[in-house]
């Protein structure tokens, strides 16, 4: 086969990269190694940046987004139990956020997919990339038993933390930087309406947050144990901690049911530099992780397929300019987000080692927050996401 541009991966990443190449008249085959049903089946992230909003319904997927989302123009954060901060994100920031699971942005990319019949190839394993450095960059892979081989122009690495892009960076040309949080987080889908807004907690027990993905299904988390194993989280321990973790007053309103899913998941902030590499860019989980308190994988995700399309429809329009700094650009809101999920990690968490000291430092951080409406401003900002 041959294409202007081969994507490995067809998470949020590869399958919007493909679409929008496709819309701006670039060709490209997307190779995923699992089935569509078990892509689909992933339950992640839930909200969105406006920036990332408006991208979408740019790219045509507005509709149900803007029907079956819900806007948030807060978010509330309890502290010293029965503290409350509240972040006005639409008054401080200009902006809202939307709650929209990427599950449903996934059946979305999907059936855009399908309409404009996109080659999107999966089930496809033993994914390997070769000449990246040279100008016949291919990639192989096997297919219902057979090898097949990819000739094109360029490839995009969308493949996520366990892909196998990043690996096609040599050792010596490739930095890693790495934090690895001493816990994980308990999270729980069930059918039950969530409250009006998103809340997090810092609580003696360790952090908690409220979540949604539509009105009646809830996604709630509470800090644990590395080492915990879903089997010791009954559900009535798992609402009980919760309960106990939010501040009174919004605590009562906790709709509780049985969790139709139950899943720990270890919290990393980790970023490859350079996100290029020859004719192989990076983009996604594939160069960067976030701890999910800042919501901002997907977004980024979403942030660095815009930097690349970009700088590919000019490329093929004659102008190489953004091409050549693409990693440039995508590492400049990399980091920024990166800090900005680390410094909320940090704020909201309780850490094994800590003393009484570090929760001093963390609760005057919450003191100043909630009596300066200028450093409120700031989180807000960062919250909701800089302009591209
Ligand atoms: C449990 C969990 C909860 C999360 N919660 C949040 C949240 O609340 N907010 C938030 O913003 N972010 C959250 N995230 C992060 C967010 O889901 C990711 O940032 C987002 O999925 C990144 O999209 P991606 O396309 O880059 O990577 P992925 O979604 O990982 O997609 C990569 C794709 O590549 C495929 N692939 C992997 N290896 C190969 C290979 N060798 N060959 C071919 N295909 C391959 C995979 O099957 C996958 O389909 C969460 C992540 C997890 C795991």
Redesign the pocket.
Known sequence: MKTQVAI???????SLLSLILHQRGIESIV????SKSY?LDRI????LEWTSVELLESVGLGERLHKEGHRHDRVKIGWRGSEILDIEFQRLAGKPMMAYG?TKIQEDLYAAAERENLNIIFE?SD?EIHDVTTDNPYVTFTTNGETQRVDCDYIAG???????SRGAIPFKRRSEFERAYPFGWLGILSETPPLPELVYANHKNGFALCSERNPMLSRYYVQCPLEDTVDQWSDDRFWTELIERLPPSIGEHVVTGPSIEK?I?PLRSQVIEPMQYGKMFL????AHIVP?TG???????IADVHYLTEALVEHYAGNSAKLDSYSETALRRVWSSVRFSWWMTVLLHRFPEETAFEQRMREEDLAYLTRSESARKSVAEQYVGLDY
């Open positions: 490995i991966g067809a998470g949020p990443a590869g190779i995923e190694r699992q892509v992640r992230a839930g909200v990427q496809s994914v969308c493949d996520g933390q366990h892909g196998v899943s998941a983009a996604g989980d594939a999910p919501a901002k994988g997907l977004n980024l995700a």
